[in-house]
Structures are given as C-alpha cells and as structure tokens.
C-alpha cells in the first residue's frame, strides 16, 4: 500500500511516512494509492471480532506490514485500555429505526480519542525506533486540542501545540486542554475564530523549510491515519445492527465541520461496507450542507452555536471528497483548489452534483431545533445527546427514508457542552474527570491571530 497526494506531485510514500508528512508536501491530502476492498465474504469473517481485532484486521490493509503484527496488535491494545468500556465504541438502540453509535468512551470524552489515543502511541513508536525528535503542530475547535495533548502529554521526544480559538471553545474543553501543564504541552490561545487558526498551521506546514526544519507533525484530520482509525466503528456498528446476509438500508448520520469523520465513513463505504446513505449534519455553518444541496462550496460568515465543535467553515477533508468526485483527477483538484484560493468558492457542474447527491443527503439544524431535540430525547427516552451528537439526529430525522435504519454518530459526552444542555434546562451530573477539572491550575498563552507571533512562539516551543 503506498500513499499519493490529492494535487498528483507525491505520490508512492509508505505508511509511516505518509504518517509523518501529515499534509502532503505539494499542499494537497494524501490517500491510499488503492482503497483496499473487503469482500462479502471479508465482512462476513470480521462480523464477530472484538473491537481490538477489527482495528487491526483493517490497519493490517493500510499498514502493509510496515509495523509487524505482534507490535501493531500491542499499539492498538495500548491505545484501546484507556477507554471506560470494552466495547470501545458502544452502539445504543434510540427508537425502532434510530441508533446511536457512542463515541465519547475515551480519556477526553469525544470521538477524536478513537484516533488520537492510537496516533499517541505511534507517534512515541516511531520517536523510540528513529530517535527522532517530533513537533506536533494542531488546530482545534476543542475536541481534538484535547484529545491529543491527552494522547502525547509527557511523550518522550515529542513536543505538541495546540492552537484553540480564545473564547470559542466550551469550559470544559478549554480545562481540558489548559490545565495539562506537562512541559511538552503548549496551549496557544488565538484571537480570531478555528478556520483561522487551521489556515495558520496549514500554511505553517506548507512552508517545507519551516515545516523540515523543526520536525512539525500532524494531529489533525489532515492526517490521513486519523481518517483511518475513524472507519474501524463504522464496521464495528454495521455488524452490532445487521445479521449475516442482511439487506437492510442501513444510513449513518454525521454530525460534521472538518468533514474528516464523515470522509471516513465515505472510505469504509468504499472499501466495501454496504452503507445505504450518509446524512452529513451541520449546525449553522453550513457550507457543507450548501455544497450538497446546490453544488456551491462558498464560506458564509462565521457564526458561534451551541456545537462550538462543528463552527467550520473551510473543511479541511473536502480536498480528498473532491479528488474521488472528479474520478482521481489531481489536475482537476488542483484547479478547484486554485479558483478557491482566488475567488474564495468552488462551483460544480450538474453532472458531478448529482453524483455527490446519490452519496450524501444533508441537512443544517439552526440552534432551536439542537435544543428542541435535546430536550425531546430527554423527556420521551431519557438520553442525554450533547449538541453535536442531537444535530445528527436531528439531521437524520430530516433526511432518513422509509424502511430505513440510521445510525447517528454519537460524537461527544454532554458533560463537556452544559453551556447548551443547561439552556434545555436539564441539570446533568457530570462525570467525576470532568468535575475535578475546575479545581486545577490552568497555563495557556494569548496570541494575536497574527502568523508572525505564532511562529515566534513555535520557535521558542521547540527549541
Ligand atoms: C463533538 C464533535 N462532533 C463533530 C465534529 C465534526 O467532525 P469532523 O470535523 O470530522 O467533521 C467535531 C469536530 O471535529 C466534534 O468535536
Ligand atoms: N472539531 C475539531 C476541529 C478539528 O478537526 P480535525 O478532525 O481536523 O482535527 C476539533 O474539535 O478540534
């Protein structure tokens, strides 16, 4: 299995490397040269694996033998101990065609720990084997700011900083990440929203001299090992729902911003998972629903919600759907790329939007609605969604047909969103790490949302 950028100038890069490089040195996204394909009969076999197994069964198609067996199998059950269920990623009956898939299990509470417990421990594999020194730069709307300093915190040889929206995150969120004070741990604090705090470090990994020079690696979905690691649950939820030789139309909604998590449900599909539709939910920044529904990809004016998580605007993942809708054309990429770096919006033709309408359904739900199904799912079956996870679900309420069943991603704890749980007027008990939280001392460093003044303190960072 070898690696290719989405703008066609790398191409032919191994696992590890691809891991390494994050964005891909031409500016684009890498993804597999080849999607492997599982066959019926694959899936068949894979029904019945615990949830370990299956990681690895799958990261076996993209590792390559990269990593051997006995050291990935013990990578993956390092990354996996630290979640409160064996299960990993549970999957909750809601009603008769509704499921929830919950992926707040791990150290931080949000789905990104699915990925990042795992990019933790192979990022200090790859430390221990080279000796490299390794400089993690991320962007976060707060989950996976979190996630990752709780993947990496006191990692030997690898320092990480975060850089979050100031005041644009949750509390709890904003806790979670600033009250690590491990010394391998920075917590930029930005003025300005998260588009520009991932357009800062995306042209921070574009400069290739800057970027070789101090060893920056990736934690975001840019790399595509998160997106890998975020296709495991949607086969893993497929078996707990189906029996063998089922033909149900099975749909999986998505609450969505960075469009990382959705595009792996998009992959899974394409390796061979009989998914039925993808519903893609959006909160009020709804580009992506835009995109779908008229073929127009044009960023709107930033607007705070209640699923802080989702206030994107600039999906990073885009660049890989689109390399796929144009049928793996890198030329084609990289002229949308272009027209939208010059007149800010990429349109597509009939042709190609009725292809990305048999994929994606979307819907955006405006704040009330969040709120309104918060609070229905509480009163008539006594589950509490967070924010994000009730726009999935309201989303696939919108969007889901007859005889269908949909599984909606489940993509964080309430605890970590009562600003908006506690305007339903719920009183939530929150979980004991989550409660300590507000006792601890917190270090975190304001910067103007200025390239120069981050780089400076980049470059005091990592030495
Ligand atoms: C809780 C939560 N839900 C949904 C999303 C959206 O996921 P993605 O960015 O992969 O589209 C995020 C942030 O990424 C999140 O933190
Ligand atoms: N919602 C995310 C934004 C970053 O997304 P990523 O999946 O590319 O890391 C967050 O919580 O930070």
Redesign the pocket.
Known sequence: MKYASTRGNVAGIGFIDAFMMGLANDGGLLIPEQIPQVSVAQLEQWRTLEYTELVQAIFELYVDGEIPSGELKQLIESSYATFRTPEVTPVQQLKDDLYLLELFHGPTF?F?DVALQFMGQLYSYVATKTGQKINIL????????ASAIAGLRGKEGIKICILHPEGKVSRVQELQMTTVLDDNVLNLSVEGN?DDC?RMIKELFSDIDFKNKHQLAA????NFI?IMAQTVYYFYAYFRITEPGSTKKINFSVPT??F??IFAGYLAKRMGLPIHKLILATNENNILERFINQGVYKPDQFKMTYSP??D?QVA??FERYLYYVTGENTEQVKSFMQQFAEKGEIVIDSAMLAIVQAEFSAYGVAGELCLQTISKYNEETNYLLDPHSACGVAAAEQCAGQAEITVSLATAHPAKFDEAISLCGIKQTFPDAIAELSNKQQRQTKVDGDLAAITDELITFYG
Not at 139 to 144: E, K, L, Q, R, Y
Not at 219 to 222: F, L, T, Y
């Open positions: 949000a990104k991320g962007a976060t709307s707060g989950d996976t700011g998260f991932q934690i975001n979905s840019i998160r911003g960075n990382g998590d998580s989702m994107i990073s993942n």
